[in-house]
């Protein structure tokens, strides 16, 4: 088929939604956040109480909620009809986001979600797994990074603009941890696909790349 799906992968902060979505804009597709449905199971099980180290009480969580994401430059998430759009970026959240992204059951009932979207319609998705397992087969795939320090100080400008304080050594540290997680749990890896282009974003511009990516893609087509 000539349906295109891109996938971008990387670590925390490198800048991926944000390019994902203007790529996104720019070539009609439709942009899918896979970390916000992550975060999304991760918050009702905050929420129900739920213990993190039950594998099975969280499959059988993520496989009985619903998540919507509503396309837009605003991103709406819709947890079982309700927005958690802003709470699923909050603190609690994030620290507690990958423990439940390592479970494998977790992982299967989103990554089939995330396959059938990509079926219905031209997309463009970020997160961890997307060249590597959700879409092998993907139109191009790119794994986006920068440095740890780098990434730190976009995240701290992002919430700094939103009007939260932000302890940027602390950031640092919460985002070397969530790296060390994704990248060293048994099921799908933070690594990059075989044949994805691999673009340090450090001291590149946005437009630069997403420039970068939209020629690449255009080449791959
Ligand atoms: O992209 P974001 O930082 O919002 O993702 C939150 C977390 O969700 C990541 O740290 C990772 O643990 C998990 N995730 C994942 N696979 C994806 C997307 C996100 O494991 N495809």
Same mark, same amino acid.
């Given at each position: 088929?000539?349906?295109?799906?891109?996938?971008?992968?990387? &670590?925390?902060? #490198? =800048? @991926?939604?944000?390019?994902?979505?203007?790529?996104?804009? @720019?070539?009609?597709? /439709?942009?899918? %956040?896979?970390?916000?449905?992550?975060?999304?199971?991760?918050?009702?099980?905050?929420?129900?109480?739920?213990?993190?180290? %039950?594998? $099975?009480? /969280?499959?059988? /969580? #993520?496989?009985?909620?619903?998540? @919507?994401?509503?396309?837009?430059?605003?991103?709406?998430?819709?947890?079982?009809?309700?927005?958690?759009?802003?709470? *699923?970026?909050?603190?609690?959240?994030?620290? !507690?986001?990958?423990?439940?992204?390592?479970? &494998? =059951?977790?992982?299967?009932?989103?990554?089939?979600?995330?396959?059938?979207?990509?079926?219905?319609? %031209?997309?463009?998705?970020?997160?961890?797994?997307?060249?590597?397992?959700?879409?092998?087969? #993907?139109?191009?795939?790119?794994?986006?990074?920068?440095?740890?320090?780098?990434? #730190?100080?976009?995240?701290?400008?992002? /919430?700094?603009?939103?009007?939260?304080?932000?302890? *940027? $050594?602390?950031?640092?540290?919460?985002?070397?941890?969530?790296?060390?997680?994704?990248? !060293?749990?048994?099921?799908?890896?933070?690594? &990059?696909?075989? $044949?994805?282009?691999?673009?340090?974003?450090?001291?590149?511009?946005?437009?630069?790349?997403?420039?970068?990516? *939209?020629?690449?893609?255009? @080449?791959?087509?």
């Amino acid at each position: 088929s000539n349906r295109i799906c891109v996938a971008i992968d990387g &670590p925390a902060g #490198a =800048g @991926k939604s944000t390019v994902a979505k203007l790529v996104a804009r @720019k070539l009609g597709l /439709l942009y899918i %956040d896979t970390g916000a449905m992550y975060r999304a199971v991760t918050l009702k099980a905050l929420r129900q109480g739920l213990n993190l180290d %039950d594998a $099975d009480a /969280l499959t059988n /969580l #993520a496989r009985e909620t619903t998540i @919507k994401l509503l396309p837009g430059l605003q991103q709406s998430v819709l947890l079982d009809g309700e927005d958690v759009t802003e709470e *699923i970026r909050s603190s609690e959240v994030t620290r !507690h986001v990958s423990t439940v992204a390592g479970v &494998p =059951g977790v992982r299967e009932v989103l990554v089939n979600r995330q396959r059938q979207m990509a079926g219905e319609t %031209d997309v463009i998705m970020d997160g961890r797994d997307i060249g590597t397992v959700v879409l092998p087969r #993907a139109t191009a795939k790119f794994f986006l990074t920068a440095s740890a320090e780098e990434r #730190a100080q976009r995240r701290a400008k992002e /919430l700094a603009d939103k009007g939260y304080t932000v302890d *940027i $050594d602390k950031l640092t540290k919460e985002i070397q941890e969530r790296d060390y997680k994704d990248s !060293h749990r048994a099921v799908s890896p933070l690594v &990059p696909a075989g $044949d994805a282009i691999i673009i340090d974003s450090s001291g590149m511009t946005i437009e630069e790349v997403v420039d970068n990516i *939209i020629s690449w893609i255009e @080449k791959s087509k």
